[in-house]
Nanobody, 119 residues
Framework: QVQLVESGGGLVQAGGSLRLSCAASGRSLSNYAMGWFRQAPGKEREFVAA????????RYADSVKGRFTISRDNAKKTVTLQMNSLAPEDTAVYYC????????????WGQGTQVTVSS
């Protein structure tokens, strides 16, 4: 198992940048594909970005592609989401998640960190 803790959320002006971090503990991070999800007020949780176990492959939601970058450092047991050109529509609670390589769904989740983008 792995425990995940997000940090780096806060209030930022539209057009600004923010970097979220996910600190993992427990099993080696290389056992998991990692992802970021978000949930805005009144909306369901949505996929934001994902990265393969070794960082070779990344995938992004169309809404953030070109603006957000996901990365990982298995040695440091961290996953990062660099968010640029933020807009009010990006306001949400952001969650870090891990998926066992043999699983079809994400089975480990952090508590979330609030990101608020002012207009």
């Amino acid at each position: 198992q792995v425990q995940l803790v997000e940090s780096g959320g806060g209030l930022v002006q539209a057009g600004g940048s923010l970097r979220l971090s996910c600190a993992a503990s427990g099993r080696s991070l290389s056992n998991y594909a990692m992802g970021w999800f978000r949930q805005a007020p009144g909306k369901e949780r949505e996929f934001v970005a994902a990265i393969s176990w070794n960082g070779v492959t990344t995938r992004y939601a169309d809404s953030v592609k070109g603006r957000f970058t996901i990365s990982r450092d298995n040695a440091k047991k961290t996953v990062t989401l660099q968010m640029n050109s933020l807009a009010p529509e990006d306001t949400a609670v952001y969650y870090c998640a891990g998926r066992t390589l043999s699983a079809t769904t994400y089975d480990y989740w952090g508590q979330g960190t609030q990101v608020t983008v002012s207009s």
